[in-house]
């Protein structure tokens, strides 16, 4: 697997196509790894559940509570 190397091409040098290519597959296969990782980020997301709760006015210790816990779901999900 080629490595990306920000230092390449150099400054006026002549263009060699290998080294660009090589340069682009880097670039790709790191595009392709952030891609797997979002998707599996955003897949652990959807498992939770929107909250359905009827809060009261002024919110409760139990809505807050309702609150917390889903925020933390969700939270724990991100992490996984």
Do not use: C, W
């Not at 290519?21 to 599996?40: H, I, K």
């Not at 997301?45 to 917390?68: G, H, Y």
Request: aromatic content about 4%; hydrophobic content about 40%.
């Amino acid at each position: 697997m080629p490595t990306f190397d920000p230092t390449k091409p150099a400054t006026n040098s002549p263009v060699a196509s290998a080294e660009l290519r090589n340069q682009l597959n880097a670039l790709n296969d790191r595009l392709t790894a952030l891609e797997a990782l979002v998707t599996g980020v955003f897949s652990n997301a959807n498992s939770v559940d929107t909250l359905t709760a009827t809060f009261a006015n002024p919110p409760t210790t139990a809505n807050l509570e309702a609150i917390r816990s889903k925020l933390n779901e969700l939270i724990s999900a991100l992490y996984n």
